[in-house]
């Protein structure tokens, strides 16, 4: 066999290796570096404006300019994706370690759904998340475009000098990007900055994937990306219908039950009892849903293999699998105990109007 290609084959096996472990939700299919090569960091560019921002939150507006002098991380994040949340502890303990010493946290909310474009839903998941730091509200993109940027999530750094020395797209790499904060800050002049990295604590959705386990991978339930479908006769793109769940799902696919209307981008019941079935494998089953605005809780109850999950009951049903949808954001329906296997999902809406966007997994 030609030895040149074999090299060539196995750098693109292991660059879906690396995809798949890092977990992050592309904007485009680009491929680009995941982090810089090893050795000084590079100088990649100047921190570009963030005056494309429709609105700030925890602080007036911010500039490059008026950044000069600190160390910037800038972290680009939609607050149902689940990727971003498995971040989240080590942005917020990095923002609240190397604060006093000249580091600037900025989130940039970009959001991926229209519920994400709401400011008082990004407003709530900012206070519900317990961040702090300030939040550049992006929604026309205009801060993501002048980045260049693809990924949810994505991390840039910049030095005091304003010059963007770091970035890191996806989960992972905690230790790398905090010895970058260190290294920058000391290269600024700030003092005891030290060689310790933070210690986190996560719980619930932030907790890290078991990727091992992930067989998988996000699902939308929207016409636009929607995959996997198996309800006989296919989805009806904006029309009122009745779908059924076939005798049978394979691994990955997933199937509606009752009157439902499926849009670009969510999925509603119409009457009472409308249920989804998906066939998956993975510790974690999430889904992105909640209640109309203004709309009153929606009752729902999840089964695993036609049973209450019991002990693998996620952090959003109790053990019987009950719940209720709410405000637009992540819920964590299953986190099952090992060994994890090819189990059947079911949720079951008591109430008709929710709206169901994706299902992750971890």
């Known amino acids: 066999m030609n030895v040149p290609f074999v090299r060539m084959l196995a750098t693109a096996m292991l660059l879906v290796a690396v995809f798949a472990v890092v977990g992050l939700r592309r904007r485009t299919h680009e491929v680009r570096p995941m982090t810089p090569a090893a050795g000084r960091l590079p100088i990649e ?15 007036p507006p911010l500039t490059p300019e008026g950044l000069r002098g600190k160390v910037v991380l800038v972290d680009f994040w939609t607050f149902t994706c689940v990727n971003w949340l498995r971040t989240l502890p080590y942005v917020r303990a990095w923002a609240a370690k190397y604060r006093d010493q ?5 989130g940039v909310h970009t959001p991926e759904f229209s519920v994400e474009k709401d400011l008082g839903n990004v407003r709530r998941a900012v206070k519900d998340m317990r961040i702090e730091y ?25 030095d005091a000098q304003g010059r963007i020395r770091y970035h ?43 990727w091992s386990d992930v067989r998988s991978e996000e699902s939308y339930v929207g016409s636009d990306k929607a995959v996997g479908f198996a309800s006989p006769g296919g989805i009806a ?12 799902l394979t691994l990955n696919r ?12 969510i999925a509603s019941p119409q009457k009472p009892n409308g249920r989804i079935a998906y066939r998956f494998h993975a510790r974690d089953l999430n889904l992105v849903m909640g209640a109309p605005a203004g709309h009153a809780p929606l009752r729902y109850r999840v089964l695993l293999d036609g049973h209450p999950p ?16 709410t ?11 090992k060994p994890i296997a090819d189990r059947l999902f079911e949720i079951e809406f008591f109430d008709e109007g929710a709206e169901v966007f994706v299902f992750t997994f971890g």
């Open 134 to 158: 300030p939040v550049a509200v992006d929604t026309d993109f205009a801060v993501w475009r002048a980045f260049d940027n693809a990924y949810w999530p994505a991390v840039y750094v910049a």
């Open 254 to 265: 997933w199937a509606l039950q009752g009157e439902w209307i499926v849009g670009a981008e």
């Open 310 to 325: 019991g002990p693998a009951h996620g952090a959003d049903v109790d053990d019987q699998g009950n719940g209720m949808a």
């Open 237 to 248: 793109r904006g029309a009122r219908r009745s779908y059924s769940i076939p005798p049978v």
């Open 102 to 106: 000249g580091l600037v946290v900025v």
């Open 45 to 59: 560019g100047k921190l570009p404006p963030l005056a494309g921002a429709t609105g700030w939150l925890n602080s």
């Open 327 to 337: 405000e637009p954001r992540l819920y964590q329906l299953i986190r099952q105990p």
């Open 168 to 210: 890191h797209f996806g989960e992972g790499e905690y230790a790398k990007t905090e010895r970058v904060i260190q290294e920058l800050l000391a290269e600024a002049g700030a003092a005891n900055v030290g060689s310790g990295l933070v210690s986190v604590d996560p719980r619930g959705t932030e907790v890290a994937a078991e």
